[in-house]
């Protein structure tokens, strides 16, 4: 974003030289100096001067000029009818825009025409379908503290608050840790953020357009007024000050942008004096917008809790891979949904998974009797298909922004209601018993608009053709008027041709003229003495009659004063059917939530899943998860075949370590247990043959390698981070996925650091923890850990070849078969034979020494064999015969290890044999 905008410094030096229109232009630019102006001239909107040219580049559009007496001047200009393609543009390249309409007609007043910013256009602020996801909110978020100081103590309270312009949704909460706001953010994933003098500047993205505001909207006292005015006690409604705070500011901004002023900006941005005096007359109320109507006030800690890293590693809502398939993520294979209601929705139960039991059992309810009702489920499906997006209507309709069609939208779908109403007449489960119950039909909205608008209205609502016949008694007449002169007029050809003779004379209209009566040039000497001439042409002549110029100005009239009062009347029916908001916005939320249920349904019934049981936690216990047959839900999907695998962990169990080869399906599988947990939490059936789950807290995934090359962070310093959250703020009630821990450093230290998380996690945080690793001496570590167990993913050789089975089992793995995977992954044959001979010559390296296993007292297992007295004198013949049957150059290291220490405990055993016969 280019701060630098405003008005250009040489308009700014002469501005009381400038043209009536230019001197408008500069003082829009000067109110709105944080924002690139779009000034309405004629069927246009131009950017002058520096704008001008930054604009050409931008949109690679023709620079052009303007002279006038102030001189030459570059300047460019698009299309209105297109106007929104280019602003997507300049918002994706980080400018903020202004509109600026014409707010009256051309010759309305002398002098020049009035121009005022109806809107501001910002990534968080979007109003307009054509620059909005349907299927997703889109939010702004506002920031700030308790204290409202810049140096405020660690401990002092942090406030978000979020609202989506488009649809009114308006959330807020807060926390003393600035962490669990930016967890917010990553959740909610706002285009825009707004903050104070206060507010932290490392909370928000890059994707997040910053958006710095005045500070006089934070203060407490301004900040209070500004909820009252659209919710009846905030003290009551909100937690905290700082709650207050931030939600005062985002609504404050929400004005800004819709073309209101807030009080700061009144006076600190006024271009005139008498501008200034303007502004302050206004009323607050005005600028009120009257759609947003509910502020929910959320705890974090009621839900599921998901951080950036989490959200991104499961693959909630976009993929990992560069160039993988938008579909490849939860909500790419959950999404059924009919309407773009449904699909926001389903969006925010991904976002936010619930943790109270009743709830969960609440939702699988009412997709449990879905899914067994499959004609009920199909109609409603079809049924919602006709749902058009209440919210964002509703939101335009308040915002006056709505034409005649949307207003049919709206009465189209409220005419689906009574249907869907009778699909659910008959369910049994409280859930889709209550939907019934808040599916208002609005039977009083829709005979309204059905009685006043046209069945299919133009687009413009000035132009007349949008208000029914005999809605209104005077719109009937003068239409009566209009269409009984025309027919007058109709019949006049006829009536002058007999009076004249000429059957070539026409009459005909246009809008510069006016009605005429065309007579051709050889016809000239048959025109009456009472055609009064108005028009010559080459070949042929135009007149009037008295009694013609009488009836156009009556049918002029007529229309214009019709086309008039259809406006005038469909702002009257707009303005009651905004007063409708609430119940409009109520019935969004319930046709939403039907939406989504019967898409959860659907995936469930077509793709085999199974409803979890949801089972109780005592506060300071373990989870348990217990899954027969699971599958990854998305991998299913994509894959031509996929290898169901169980999965059991509890409190006693609850700390797994999994090893297998590369591509045999560990990091899969780890993210496999995590989806069928945050979809039962969900309230959705699960990809399983059964499952039982304690819903969890919080899901911490440290998976994969990344860097932050920006910020100075290199891939094991990210890893290290995102450790340091886990080890910080993971408990008993969380699940960790953990990838390959300490790849990123020398293999000692990576082992050692692998050894001390392992312990931890076990030891003091008590999370349920899947733990996949490549540090096969892990698992005699886990032999040792009383809640710890392992898994492995089985593979074989053939002829060479690797071949995996992708089927978990009990135990450790004997190898990683990493030549073996180069090899299949295309790795030059030279370069596999070299590594071949050096996993030969180093089958006794060091490289996995360093871990110290212990026993369950905490003491070192190694102390048996490092006493020599303990150890047998000579090896005993089978133990030889297997050492020399290994064949060293076709091991790895890491497998050449883990059969020395197989062999190790062999002789262990049998040295403990020997001294007991002894």
Sequence with gaps: MDPALGPPDAMAEKRDELTPMMRQYHDLCARYDDALVLFQVGDFY????DAAERTARLLEVTLTSREDSTGEYPMTGVPIDNAESYIEELLEAGYRVAVADQVEEPGESPGVVERAVTRVITPGTLTEDELLASDDNNFVAAVARASGEEDAGADDE?????????????????????????DEVSRFDPSEA??????????????????????????????????????????ALLASDAEIRACGALLSYAEYVRGGEHEGERDVTAGTEEDADDAESDDPEDARLEYITHLTRYDPREYLLLDAVALRSLELFEPRAVHGREDATLVGVLDETACALGGRKLRDWIRRPLLQPDGIEARLDAVEELTGSVQCREQLHELLRDVYDLERLIGRISRERANARDLRSLRDTLAVVPDVREQLADADCDRLQQLHADLDPLADVRELIDDAIVRDPPIEITEGGIIAEEYDSDLDDLRGTARDGKQWIDDLEEHERERTGVDSLKVGYNSVHGYYIEVTNPNLEAVPEDYQRR?????????VTPELKEREDEIVGAE???????YELFCEVRSDVADEVERVQNLADALATLDALVSLS??????????????????????????EGGRHPVVERTQESFVPNGARLSPEQRLAVITGPNMSGKSTYMRQVAQIVLLAQVGSFVPARSARITPVERIFTRVGASDDIAGGRSTFMVEMDELATILREADEGSLVLLDEVGRGTSTADGLAIAQAITEHLHDEVGATT????????????????????TLHFEVEQDDGEVVFHHEIAPGAATGSYGVEVATAAGVPEP????????????????????????????????????DGGNQPESVPADVAAELRSLQMAHLTPVEALTELDRLQRLLEERSREESEKA
């Design 535 to 543: 028009q010559t042409l080459k070949n042929s002549e135009r007149f």
């Design 831 to 866: 370069v596999v034979e070299r590594s071949r001979e050096l996993v030969a010559e180093n089958d006794d390296d060091a490289s996995e020494e360093g871990l110290e296993p212990r026993n369950r007292a905490g003491g070192s297992r190694s102390a048996a064999t490092t």
């Design 560 to 566: 214009e004063r019709a086309d008039e009062l259809e």
């Design 602 to 627: 659907t995936v469930a019934a077509q793709y085999d899943y199974c409803r979890p049981e949801i089972l109780e936690r005592e506060s300071g216990e373990g989870v348990e998860i217990d899954v």
């Design 194 to 235: 707004v903050v104070g003098p206060d507010a932290p500047a490392d909370l928000f993205p890059e994707t997040c357009m910053v958006t710095p505001f005045e500070a006089d909207v934070f203060d407490r006292k301004h900040a209070g007024g500004t909820v009252s005015r659209y919710f009846r006690n905030p003290d």
């Design 158 to 182: 942090l406030a978000i608050a979020l609202l989506d312009v488009s649809t009114g949704d308006f959330l807020a909460t807060s926390s003393t840790s600035s962490e669990a706001i930016s």
């Design 46 to 49: 131009e950017t002058f001067c």
């Design 770 to 789: 899947l733990f996949a690793t490549h540090h096969h001496p892990l698992t005699e570590l886990a032999e040792d850990l009383e809640a710890a167990f």
